[in-house]
Nanobody, 122 residues
């Protein structure tokens, strides 16, 4: 079984910064990618940022230039540094990971964290 444990959410004023962390644990032989999604009240869950095993990244247009995703492969941990936060960044942020549980596994398995609340308000 694989678990994703998130930390780092909280309340911050507009223009402030927060750093989210997510660690994947369990019977993982390799991680294809890890990323962050967010869901605001009344809205669909959306991709914020994702980082692949080779180091390439994807970002939502709304966070480009403000958020940075990084990864510690040895610890199966992904970070999201969020700067210049805006009220519209308020949401529950979910960690997502696509992993292989065995070298013989066809395809991969996807897991989600429990979510961490980020609130940007004065």
């Amino acid at each position: 079984q694989v678990q994703l444990v998130e930390s780092g959410g909280g309340l911050v004023q507009p223009g402030g910064s927060l750093r989210l962390s997510c660690t994947a644990s369990g019977s993982i032989v390799s991680v294809n990618f890890m990323g962050w999604y967010r869901q605001a009240p009344g809205k669909q869950r959306e991709l914020v940022a994702r980082i692949f095993s080779i180091g390439s990244t994807n970002y939502a247009d709304s966070v480009k230039g403000r958020f940075t995703i990084s990864r510690d492969n040895g610890k199966n941990t992904v970070y999201l540094q969020m700067n210049s936060l805006k009220p519209e960044d308020t949401a529950v942020y979910y960690c997502n990971a696509d992993v292989k549980l065995s070298w013989y596994q066809r395809g991969s398995s996807e897991y989600w964290g429990q979510g961490t609340q980020v609130t940007v308000s004065s």
